[in-house]
């Protein structure tokens, strides 16, 4: 009914310090939540599909025991027949890419120089998107065309090469046998993440299994899915499709369990630590409506005199605090709403790059942002008050008319 | 032909004050006719505002009855009462009380939307009320920018909006100038007259006794006399 909105809406006006208040209060504290949490969204999303893009892929297939020795990079423990295989995992929905790859341990020698590096033998068509062909800085990507490889910026000036650069590869085979090719350097990238380029080169698939003499094998398939969210389920479909192939199948939340525990744990203290801020609003407003109810007792009573029944004079207090809370989670949706739409645009830099996650040095965060997650935090603020609010109406339904009109 | 508003059967209030008891009414009958412009006359403390009170289903006796309309109020619910106030009851206060945030237009409005009066009944009531009471400059104006005597005017109009069977005017006159306070109960007693409104009020004054058709006297929480005047 109107008239309680009427009443509700002036009460507050009259004492308008103390409202403004606890207003500011409610609204602050909500953008101050509404951020923490937009840009936890955010970046934990990026670092997500980072991990994913940069580390593991969706989902990774090994030999069954590569896992286990995977330190020790086993040449011996391989998926024998990838073609089929990778054929195979293509047909299956809401797969993008299929990348078989060779993982090994090889000698890099310039001539002058010899250095050991991590070696990755990869099918260039089906990595044409990946984290290197992307970032090539100088050169080109692998064509096809055997007897070139790729390196990193920073193992190029380690070793002062260049692009056309010769190389020889030296490597223990399969078999256990030393065998060495000569490649040219085709390609310098440039990835921003140190372990690509630091230490590592790329081959074809066709140059690797001729290095390592394991024509048709490879040692691990990644997968790369259309949305995230089919990982489980798709991961599901090749442990049972493929039982009995002898594979081993992971997920990226499996390879990077332990530093997504550690992003769960940060939510966590968020989570505590957004609780804190809306309850300190929360007895904002439970002290501002209490401070309401008993400076009113006798208009309490009065109202109760003129018929209002303790429901109504419950209703009135509660409809007050949704007004602050209204208002209130307005504006704390408004002020973070236009931050995080700003840092969702623009992103937030940090030049130093965090240690433990090792994301490339000058990352750009972006906040998270969405209509419906202001419309909940706006849901949010309104019950909050109203929750905050039960107490003191409960106190003001309660008084007997006489007592109150007798209050001073 | 008489017909009887409210019937107070034998009541009798008493108030717990920590560990002793106070009896502010020790077992009071009256009779209430419709049309009555009735005092209730007594000293401080004799038990007046508790009488009042009881007649007014704003607090329930210890023992006894209060039959308001051929209905027993000592048997309604917090919300029952707030209904039987609501649809049935006016009240003047002592102290106007009137909703500080509203206007006077607004405060004499407010029982008629609390009983869902249509807007254009509503206004004509309003306005109505404000012409005979002399208030229609104020309509516009807070509590607090008006006198006593005027904040009383909106009072009684407020009271009277919702046509109730029974106001209550608990020493509607003593906040207020002997001159206002005359003028008050004059008003009070001309829409006695013109409307057919039954008025309670009580006081401890002389003067403003004379104007009643009743004049019941309390003492101690007991009725010493009862005079319906010539
Ligand atoms: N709520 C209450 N609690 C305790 N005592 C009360 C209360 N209301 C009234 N009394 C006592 O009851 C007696 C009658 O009071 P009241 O009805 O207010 O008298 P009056 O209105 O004639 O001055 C007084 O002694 C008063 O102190
Ligand atoms: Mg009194």
Redesign the pocket.
């Known amino acids: 009914m109107w008239v309680f909105l009427k009443l509700a809406a002036r009460n507050l006006l009259r004492n308008k310090r103390r409202s403004a208040i606890t207003f500011v209060a409610i609204g602050l504290g909500l953008a101050l939540v509404l951020i923490f949490y937009g840009f936890i969204q955010g970046v934990d999303k990026q670092f997500t599909d980072d991990f994913i893009k940069a580390q593991t892929g969706h989902i990774q297939i090994h030999a069954q025991g590569y896992r286990e020795k995977a330190r020790l990079m086993p040449l011996d423990i391989a998926i024998q027949d990838f073609e089929t295989v990778t054929r195979r995992l293509k047909e299956l929905p809401g797969v993008r890419s299929v990348a078989p790859r060779i993982r090994f341990p090889v000698v890099v020698s310039t001539g002058s120089e010899s250095i050991g590096v991590l070696g990755l033998g990869i099918d260039p068509q089906a990595e044409r998107d990946g984290i290197v062909a992307t970032k090539i800085t100088q050169g080109k990507y692998l064509s096809g065309e055997r007897g070139y490889a790729l390196i990193g910026t920073k193992l190029a000036d380690d070793l002062g090469l260049k692009l056309g650069d010769l190389l020889t590869l030296m490597a223990t085979t399969a078999r256990g046998a030393l065998n060495a090719i000569d490649v040219e350097i085709g390609g310098i990238f440039t990835t921003g993440y140190s372990q690509y380029d630091d230490s590592i080169l790329i081959l074809s698939l066709a140059d690797a299994q001729r290095l390592l003499r394991m024509s048709g094998q490879v040692t691990e398939i990644i997968l790369m899915l259309d949305s995230t969210d089919q990982t489980e389920r798709v991961a599901r479909q090749i442990q049972q499709g493929f039982s009995e192939d002898g594979l081993e199948v992971q997920t990226w939340q499996e390879l990077g369990a332990a530093i997504f525990s550690l992003l769960e744990a940060r939510r966590q203290l968020m989570a505590i630590l957004s609780m804190v801020v809306i309850l300190i609003a929360a007895l904002g407003i439970v002290n501002t409506m209490l401070m309401s109810v008993f400076e009113r007792i006798r208009e309490i009573g009065t109202l109760m005199a003129l018929g209002m029944t303790p429901g109504e004079i419950r209703g009135l207090f509660l409809l007050e605090s949704a007004i602050l809370g209204a208002a209130g989670g307005l504006m704390g949706v408004g002020i973070g709403g236009a931050l995080l739409k700003y840092f969702s645009v623009v992103g937030l830099t940090i030049t130093q790059a965090s240690q433990f996650v090792n994301l490339p040095i000058g990352t750009t965060f972006y906040a998270e942002f969405s209509w419906g997650m202001l419309a909940m935090f706006f849901v949010f603020a309104e019950g909050v008050a109203v929750l905050a609010a039960l107490y003191p109406a409960y106190i003001a339904s309660k008084q007997e008319p ?2 109150a009109l ?1 209050h001073a | 032909m008489s017909e009887v508003v409210v019937r107070v059967e034998n009541v009798t209030k008493e ?1 717990a ?1 920590g560990h002793t008891v ?1 009896k ?1 009414l020790r077992g009071v009958s009256l009779e209430i006719q419709r049309g009555e412009f009735l005092c209730i006359a ?1 000293p ?7 009488l009042l009170n009881l007649i007014g289903c704003l607090d329930k006796p210890t023992s006894g009855r209060v039959v308001l309309e051929g209905r027993d109020t000592s048997k309604l619910s917090a919300k029952e009462l707030a209904w039987v106030r609501r649809q049935r009851l006016g009240f003047v206060f002592q102290t106007f009380n009137l909703v500080p945030v509203l206007t006077a237009y607004e405060n004499v409005e407010l029982p008629l939307l609390l009983l869902g009066v249509g807007t254009v009944e509503r206004r004509r009531r309003v306005h109505e009320l404000l012409e005979a009471l002399g208030i229609r400059d104020f309509a516009h104006h807070r509590p607090d920018e008006m006198s006593g005597g005027q904040q009383q005017r909106v009072s009684i109009a407020r009271a009277l909006v919702t046509k109730p069977a029974l106001v209550l005017a608990d020493e509607p006159t003593a906040n207020l100038d002997s001159e206002t306070g005359k003028a008050i109960i004059e008003l009070m007693h001309d829409l006695n007259k013109k409307r057919d409104t039954t008025f309670v009020f ?1 006081t401890h004054d002389p003067k403003v006794m004379e104007r009643a058709s009743r004049v019941v006297q309390i003492r101690d929480g007991l009725i010493s006399s009862s005079e319906t005047a010539m």
């Open positions: 006489v007592q007798r | 108030y004050m106070v502010a007594g401080s403390g004799s038990g007046k505002t508790t009580s």
